[in-house]
């Protein structure tokens, strides 16, 4: 059986300590993790993401050294949806609405949301322990020991419900095609598989239509047009911070949505400093100034980026957007990596060659009392039934 250890909050310093001396050598996937770890639990989480309150905690399996990091939630109602599944499905969903073109479609979900939400908190929706929780809007998984990812998987859930009977047990991120053994053997273990929302991925460039090509090598070219020249990690600094957080900031949160994570000027001091992401900003020659931001990182082949954003205050047919997604596919393609787009920006995603995928996650309530169990037995049947042809349908 796998040596899988639950390390809580009280119980991280020491491990890190040794994880991270001088004879320490991480397996492949593990550093990243641990890296991140570390930073969230020695900064605190709202010191790097504001609308996120919890301390993090590990699962490990001591024998491969694979790292699994954990999020408790029980109240936190108002955090970003990374960390709250009530504002995933109810407060994120309220906004999303807004984006249906059929009105006879919003009035009626939209009816919905409201006793929804009642009835969520009244089971205590939130109270629930998130594995391989990244607090990012995608969490990619670490490749599991050939031959053994299974049992691996299955002494992991074990080893949760022992050590979490009051709470839900939640794996975000997973798909069918990046994830599909997590799929399979948590859908036998008898976990609810419930959509989250429609994602995109893209592949390799020799494998995408040819129009697809043409129009990323004509928003790579923009760079040129006006002006602008990509700096990555080792061109940009701690005092680039507070710049790199506000155009993150401008897009995802001004302009998007509040329950996105509201990343702080020290977490990109420490995705800069701390190898969290790897950082590239886009400087324009006119005016010195940093304009653009992706940050991304990679796990078994799969890369994604937490990070985008850009001054949504310049002109529109700058094209900024267009040239930040022609970095970052460059890159996906420099890795050598599968590119998990995340969600949003569907059609223009699409146009690129991306494909779609319905993202779930996986939850386990059976052993929760029966009004426990209430709100994930009613939504995971009205998503699978309603929301994924929603969501494709309207490619969100």
């Known amino acids: 059986m796998s040596g899988w250890s639950l390390y809580r909050p009280e119980e991280l310093d020491e491990l890190l300590r040794a994880l991270e001396g001088p004879q320490a050598a991480p397996v492949p996937g593990e550093a990243h993790a641990l890296r991140w770890l570390a930073a969230m639990h020695r900064e605190g989480v709202p010191a790097l993401i504001a609308n996120v309150h919890t301390r993090p905690a590990l699962l490990r399996d001591d024998d491969s050294g694979l790292c699994l990091p954990l999020s408790v939630g029980d109240r936190e109602y108002g955090d970003s949806y990374v960390f709250s599944p009530y504002t995933h499905y109810v407060s994120y969903a309220r906004e999303e609405l807004a984006l249906l073109k059929s009105r006879a479609a919003r009035l009626a979900l939209g009816a919905l949301l409201a006793p929804a939400g009642v009835l969520l908190k009244a089971s205590r929706f939130n109270r629930a322990v998130q594995v391989n929780n990244r607090l990012l809007s995608t969490n990619l998984y670490p490749p599991l020991e050939p031959g053994r990812g299974e049992e691996q998987i299955r002494s992991a859930v074990a080893l949760l419900l022992r050590q979490?009977?009051?709470?839900?047990?939640?794996?975000?991120?997973?798909?069918?095609?990046?994830?599909?053994?997590?799929?399979?053997?948590?859908?036998?273990?008898?976990?609810?598989?419930?959509?989250?929302r429609q994602v995109y991925l893209y592949d390799s460039p020799d494998r995408i239509p040819s129009k697809a090509r043409w129009l990323q090598k004509r928003d790579y070219a923009l760079l040129d047009k006006h002006g602008y020249k990509v700096c990555g990690p080792d061109e940009l600094c701690a005092a680039d911070a507070p710049r790199l957080a506000e155009l993150y900031r401008l897009l995802y949160i001004d302009k998007y949505s509040a329950h996105n994570p509201v990343f702080t000027p020290r977490f990109f001091e420490l995705a800069l400093s701390g190898g969290l992401l790897k950082v590239h900003a886009l400087r324009s020659a006119a005016t010195g100034r940093l304009d653009a931001v992706l940050g991304y990182y990679t796990q078994g082949g799969v890369m994604t980026?937490?990070?985008?954003?850009?001054?949504?205050?310049?002109?529109?047919?700058?094209?900024?957007?267009?040239?930040?997604?022609?970095?970052?596919?460059?890159?996906?393609?420099?890795?050598?990596?599968?590119?998990?787009?995340?969600?949003?920006?569907?059609?223009?995603?699409?146009?690129?060659?991306?494909?779609?995928?319905?993202?779930?996650?996986?939850?386990?309530?059976?052993?929760?009392?029966?009004?426990?169990?209430?709100?994930?037995?009613?939504?995971?049947?009205?998503?699978?039934?309603?929301?994924?042809?929603?969501?494709?349908?309207?490619?969100?």
């Not at 991120?173 to 419930?194: C, I, K, M």
């Open 305 to 396: 980026t937490p990070v985008f954003g850009y001054d949504t205050g310049l002109p529109q047919e700058t094209g900024l957007y267009r040239m930040l997604s022609a970095v970052l596919l460059r890159l996906a393609a420099e890795e050598g990596c599968l590119l998990h787009e995340s969600a949003g920006a569907a059609q223009f995603k699409r146009n690129r060659g991306a494909a779609a995928e319905i993202e779930y996650s996986a939850v386990y309530d059976g052993h929760l009392p029966l009004y426990r169990r209430v709100g994930w037995a009613l939504l995971s049947p009205l998503l699978n039934r309603v929301g994924v042809p929603i969501m494709r349908k309207y490619k969100f």
């Open 164 to 196: 979490y009977p009051d709470r839900a047990v939640i794996f975000r991120s997973l798909n069918a095609r990046t994830t599909p053994l997590w799929l399979e053997t948590l859908a036998q273990l008898g976990f609810r598989l419930v959509p989250s």
